[in-house]
């Protein structure tokens, strides 16, 4: 999924991400099309909503393989929201998928969210810009907006998908980058979802990839240099034996170089006071924020 901020000037560089990222579906927002232009990519069909006014911003469209059980559904299309709808059949699954761009300038409350969620129907996966801030997804801050839309989501029994990091990076110095751009799917187990940052487009959002698997996506546990056999004590008095306080830092190398050693003192440290145990690959599985939060 990836806001393009203008498709048409992108279609090279997209057409070789699609190969390259072997993508079944790519989600655009803000595709600035209008009912007298489209895309076209071999291999793939096209579905693209535009702005209600038929001008040069905004819009939306879902690029799909062309071999994939598919059909079009009726777009969404207000000054608020522009959404492409397609439903899609897999051994699996038999859902609709939906490109969405939210305009920033609106002042959306929970029951436009609502209304736009239900029209997807029971089963869905949503990608686009929202332009709606919640710590919840992973932004910096949450506004009125993404309180609403967070409301909209637990009443409809929605679930997020995010890297939790930055998608947007504005040009303008001073603003801050956030996430604007993120998944969320409906009556679809995150257990089956993966979802991963890439920076391999050019415009000024990153694009997200989510993974849908036929089978429980297992995510191993993350290293640790500690585990609770690290004697903490120990392992100040070593660390304050190893670091010299009288170096000169007078100039970047000197400064490159002494940053460099505190890491490796410290994990010299770490390493003397703690056991070596054997590591346990344990499976670890999303967890639905129904069952986080119960």
């Known amino acids: 999924m990836w806001n393009a901020n203008g498709i048409r000037e992108r279609q090279t560089e997209f057409r070789a991400f699609l190969d390259l990222q072997n993508i079944d579906i790519g989600f655009i927002s803000e595709t600035h099309l209008t009912e007298h232009s489209f895309i076209k990519f071999e291999g793939y069909k096209c579905y693209h909503t535009v702005h209600p006014q038929n001008t040069a911003r905004g819009g939306s469209a879902v690029i799909i393989r062309d071999n994939l059980i598919h ?10 929201i522009q959404a492409t709808v397609v439903n899609v059949k897999t051994s699996r699954y038999n859902f609709n998928v939906c490109s969405a761009y939210f305009p920033p300038r609106n002042n959306l409350k929970k029951i436009h969210y609502l209304e736009f969620l239900k029209s997807l129907g029971e089963k869905f996966i949503v990608g686009g810009d ?17 309180k609403e839309m967070l409301s909209a989501l637990k009443d409809y029994g929605c679930e997020c998908h995010s890297t939790g990091k930055p998608t947007y990076w504005p040009t303008d110095l001073n603003k801050k980058p956030d996430l604007l751009d993120f998944f969320i799917s409906r009556k679809i187990s995150a257990n089956y979802v993966d979802i991963e940052e890439n920076f391999d487009l050019s415009s000024d959002h990153s694009p997200i ?20 056999t690290t004697d903490w004590e120990s392992f100040q008095i070593n660390l304050n034996n190893l670091v010299k306080l009288n170096i000169s830092l007078q100039s970047k190398e000197e400064l490159d170089y002494e940053t460099e050693k505190f890491i490796t003192d ?29």
């Open 266 to 294: 410290i994990q010299q440290a770490i390493w003397k006071n703690t056991a070596k145990t054997q590591p346990v690959r344990k499976a670890r599985y999303v967890t639905p924020w129904k069952l986080k939060h119960w």
């Open 209 to 228: 990839i989510l993974t849908l698997s036929e089978t429980l996506i297992r995510q191993e546990a993350t290293l640790s240099l500690i585990n609770k």
């Open 130 to 146: 929202f332009n709606t801030k919640n710590k919840y997804w992973g932004s910096r801050l949450t506004t009125v907006k993404g």
């Open 71 to 80: 059909y079009e559904e009726a777009s969404y299309r207000t000054d608020a």
